[in-house]
Nanobody, 123 residues
Framework: QVQLVESGGGLVQAGGSLRLSCVAS????????MGWHRQAPGKMRELVAT???????DYGGSVKGRFSISRDNAKNTVYLQMNSLAPEDTAVYYCKANVNRYTFGRVVNSDYWGQGTQVTVSP
């Protein structure tokens, strides 16, 4: 199986910064897109940012210019640098990866999610 483990969440004041990390482990052949989504209380989960294996990035409109996504393919890790945080960024942040994994002698492609990490921004 494949596991995604996030870290780096916490409580920060408005205007501050946080860096999230997500490490993928398990029977991994390769990882295609990796990304971050978030879900605030009472709201639907939304895209924050994605990065392809080649390093191409895409961002949700509300975080453009403030957040930066990157990845280390050798470490199966994706990062999210969050700057100029605002109270509306408060949410549980989830890591997502599209993984090619070994199973029963063949490679299968699936999406995996982490358990989430809480980010709280105080006014």
């Amino acid at each position: 199986q494949v596991q995604l483990v996030e870290s780096g969440g916490g409580l920060v004041q408005a205007g501050g910064s946080l860096r999230l990390s997500c490490v993928a482990s398990g029977s991994i052949s390769s990882i295609n897109d990796m990304g971050w989504h978030r879900q605030a209380p009472g709201k639907m989960r939304e895209l924050v940012a994605t990065v392809t294996r080649g390093g191409n990035t895409d961002y949700g409109g509300s975080v453009k210019g403030r957040f930066s996504i990157s990845r280390d393919n050798a470490k199966n890790t994706v990062y999210l640098q969050m700057n100029s945080l605002a109270p509306e960024d408060t949410a549980v942040y989830y890591c997502k990866a599209n993984v090619n994994r070994y199973t029963f002698g063949r490679v299968v492609n699936s999406d995996y999610w982490g358990q989430g990490t809480q980010v709280t921004v105080s006014p």
